[in-house]
């Protein structure tokens, strides 16, 4: 994600939206003032609602396939660097299976796993 090798990524099917944590963006480096401040409410899976700080976009790049990719930016405790939600996941055309823990997307090579 941008020019770092984010690890710990989850992605998770059920997420409408694109997830960066505070504490990750801060280790890239990135300031509050590249984050545009809009504050909107995410309700998590245990049903509790979380103020986000606001939106930055950044370059993704997975399996040699690169899209800019929103993300909400959310100040807690991280499980997790990031979350990919629907929006990547639909714009990477790509088909993620829990089964099988893995995500196929088309790259420039054919299909990558």
């Given at each position: 994600m941008g020019e770092f090798n984010v690890e710990r990524v989850l992605v998770d099917t059920g997420s409408t939206?694109?997830?960066l944590f505070w504490q990750t963006l801060e280790k890239m480096g990135v300031?509050?003032?590249q984050i545009k401040l809009e504050a909107r409410t995410?309700?998590?899976y245990d049903g509790v609602a979380?103020?986000?700080m606001g939106d930055v976009k950044l370059q993704v790049q997975a399996g040699g396939v690169t899209r800019k990719?929103?993300?909400v930016v959310i100040d807690a405790p991280p499980i997790y660097n990031a979350i990919l939600g629907s929006p990547w996941i639909?714009?990477?055309q790509a088909v993620p299976s829990t089964y099988?823990?893995?995500v196929k997307f088309p790259a420039a090579?054919?299909?990558y796993t």
């Open positions: 939206v694109n997830i300031t509050l003032e995410l309700t998590g979380k103020a986000s990719s929103k993300f639909y714009s990477m099988h823990l893995c090579t054919g299909i």
